[in-house]
């Protein structure tokens, strides 16, 4: 992935490689300083990355100066999105420098109130495209001027010290993951000194500690957190080694932010902790490195740790320097650059599939199953206002993903100009799981083909197929791009794809769709057109 | 010279290898003319890098850029030399 960095200081020297910043597959482009507009204009890179220091955004000697440098800016990098598919990274500034008076003070700093209400204006316009990172983490207050090199600033434009280098580093690092990588699917919770102090066995319901006072304040700012990450997308899965009824017992006694109903999985016995975890990965059909496990004891972290490879382990410390909350809070892969519609509703989404199995479970036949679960599949082709739902889920899917095309919205928008995108949104009887499928149809060929694994199992994909080759007057190809992945993809191609129309269905290759296959498996679901 | 700092400001050139864009040689000699090898980018990238060492080394900061440090006539990095002397005056007057 290129990224071009562009500032009003010296940039090169701040955006270094390190073990706990690597930025992995990136290739840095550094233009000369100052030169955001011509640069934006001409730039087709993957990612801009736009660092303003507070030395020139934040004096407000010349206001309007800056007011139009500012809306010049912004303006390119309008271009530059609609131009290109890139993501933009940008700071909010902190004010900055020396004042004479407090009127002075007070103007200088409504002044840098004004440009990051254009800032922060700016990137809801472009949820998607625009993450913004705090200024004022690397900016003091103005009596400690310590972060910020006045001297160095003046002589080579490099106002930044080493310690203030170190942290825009990670701010922008923690930011491009944030963007670009999967976020956790699912936190796994320990309790005892973990969402409370002390252990429920031995101090009792009543005394377990949770409060606004200290500690107890760390603990119920840690549950806040993370019902918070529970309203952005994160399933929490309550993992400890308690008798169930005390574990009710807290829950229904004490007034604390999570209930249990927050926990999509409950799972207190006296298994080992990696088994539970194990078992509620499998339940709900998620992959282990989509997992994080929080706990206060290190016995179980590491027993955790050797069970499960791919599982990142936290440790929870209520008495450390940086209290739990904030230290996860700092989790790129927990931090929600946009929250969709599916991802507020993933909670619920989730119920509806374990009772959708529990059906399952007690159906005597798999048709009977199927039948029962009375589908309703309603298909969308180009419809706009799905563009951010579709770029997710060709980032998120993985497994039933014939090509593992990863798109931007730019990219479905040039594939709907271009051809036909067909989102399905599914509805049973146990409730609505969203859009969960696309089949993007450019040149008559399947360039996107995904369904989430959360639909799998009800012949879904068939009907997508059956419907997408029956709009088409002409044959219709598919491609399959082989991933570690998307084995299951594979075999559905085989399955109904046609071999002898351009040779074996193999890695990268096209072949022609049969739509008497797919058509056959799909007779329980009932396709509607959205208008 | 102090020994010490005469590594540090070959560790900082060592460190910035594989961001500039020159060939540094392996073994540097006095008179190797860091203004004329590298353009004003890696001078404020070897400054800063320095100044970090330096910092690390000495546990307080050393301010090592001034109006001299880009002037082709007076600047420390008119030699490899000139630019050790620069570095062990300026931490000495600090």
């Keep these: 992935m290129n990224l071009l960095v562009l500032s009003d200081a010296v940039s090169k020297p701040i955006f270094r490689r390190s073990p706990s910043h690597p930025w992995e597959n990136v290739e840095f482009e550094f233009d000369a300083v100052d030169q955001f507009e011509a640069s934006l204009l001409q730039a087709s890179h993957d990612a801009v990355l736009i660092l303003l220091s507070p030395l020139t955004f934040g004096h407000a000697g010349a ?14 990098a309008e271009r ?22 407090q009127n002075q003070l007070v103007e200088r700093t409504r002044w840098a109130s004004k440009i990051n209400e254009r800032i922060m204006n700016f990137s809801e316009r472009h949820p998607h495209s625009v993450v913004l990172v705090q200024g004022s983490a690397w900016c003091p207050s103005i009596f400690n ?32 993951v944030a963007h670009f990588h999967p976020k956790k699917k699912i936190i796994f919770c320990d309790a005892d000194n973990t969402l409370w102090g002390g252990v429920i066995g031995e101090d009792g319901v009543d005394d377990i500690v949770i409060s606004q006072d200290y500690p107890g304040i760390h603990y119920l700012r840690l549950q806040q957190f993370l019902l918070e990450c529970k309203n952005n997308g994160v399933l929490l899965a309550l993992i400890t080694k308690n008798n169930l009824k005390d574990i009710e017992e807290v829950f229904s006694v004490r007034n604390m932010p999570l209930k249990l109903q927050d926990f999509i999985e ?97 159906s005597e036949t798999y048709e009977e199953f199927l039948t029962g679960l ?15 739902r579709i770029a997710q889920l060709t980032q998120k899917t993985n497994q039933f993903n014939l090509t593992t095309l990863r798109c931007s919205q730019a990219d479905i928008e040039s594939m709907m100009d271009a051809g036909a995108v067909y989102s399905f949104r599914i509805k049973d009887r146990f409730g609505d799981m969203g859009v969960v499928g696309v089949i993007a149809v450019v040149s008559n060929v399947t360039e996107v083909f995904l369904l989430s694994c959360r639909a799998f199992g009800r012949r879904i994909e068939h ?9 088409s007057e002409s044959a219709v190809f598919g491609r399959y791009i082989e991933s570690q992945k998307n084995g299951i993809a594979h075999k559905f191609c085989c399955e109904n794809g046609d071999e002898s129309s351009l040779g074996e269905i193999a890695d990268g290759c096209c072949f022609e769709w049969v739509l008497e296959s797919a058509a056959m498996h799909a007779t329980h679901i009932t396709i509607v057109e959205e208008v | 010279m102090e020994p010490k700092l005469i590594e540090l400001t070959l560790t900082a050139i060592q460190n910035l290898k594989a961001d500039l864009d020159v060939d540094i040689p392996d073994k540097l000699v006095g008179d190797f003319a860091l203004i004329d090898e590298l353009d004003s980018m890696d001078l404020v990238n070897l400054i800063m ?46």
């Design chain 1, 63 to 76: 206001s309007e100066l800056f007011d139009d440098r500012l809306c010049g800016l912004l303006s390119a």
């Design chain 1, 80 to 101: 530059y999105m609609q131009r290109t598919s890139g993501a933009l990274f940008l700071n909010m500034i902190s004010f900055q420098d020396s004042v004479s008076s």
């Design chain 1, 145 to 176: 001027g310590q972060s910020l090199n006045h001297r160095s600033y003046g002589v080579m434009r490099a106002p930044f010290d080493a310690s203030s280098i170190k942290v825009i580093n990670a701010k922008y690092h923690d930011a491009f």
């Design chain 1, 266 to 362: 409950v799972r207190a016995n006296w298994q080992p902790k990696s088994e539970n975890i194990l078992s509620v990965l499998q339940v709900l059909n998620i992959g282990a490195s989509s997992g994080l496990f929080i706990d206060d004891n290190d016995f179980e972290l590491q027993e955790v740790r050797g069970a499960i490879d791919e599982i990142e382990v936290v440790k929870i410390e209520s008495r450390a320097v940086i209290p739990p909350h904030i230290m996860l809070a700092s989790h790129p892969n927990l931090y929600a650059t946009h929250v969709t519609d599916e991802d507020r509703v993933k909670h619920q989404t989730y119920e509806n599939a374990k009772t959708r199995q529990a059906f399952s479970d007690s």
């Design chain 1, 374 to 388: 009375e589908i309703v599949l309603t298909v969308s082709c180009n419809d706009r206002n799905s563009i951010p």
């Design chain 1, 463 to 471: 009907a997508m197929l059956s419907y997408v080759r029956a709009k």
């Design chain 2, 49 to 94: 890098e320095t100044e970090r060492l330096l910092e690390s080394e000495l546990g307080r900061y050393v301010a090592l850029a001034d109006d001299s440090t880009f002037d082709a006539s007076e600047s420390p990095f008119r030699s490899l030399l000139a630019w050790q002397e620069y570095v062990c005056e300026q931490s000495r007057n600090r």
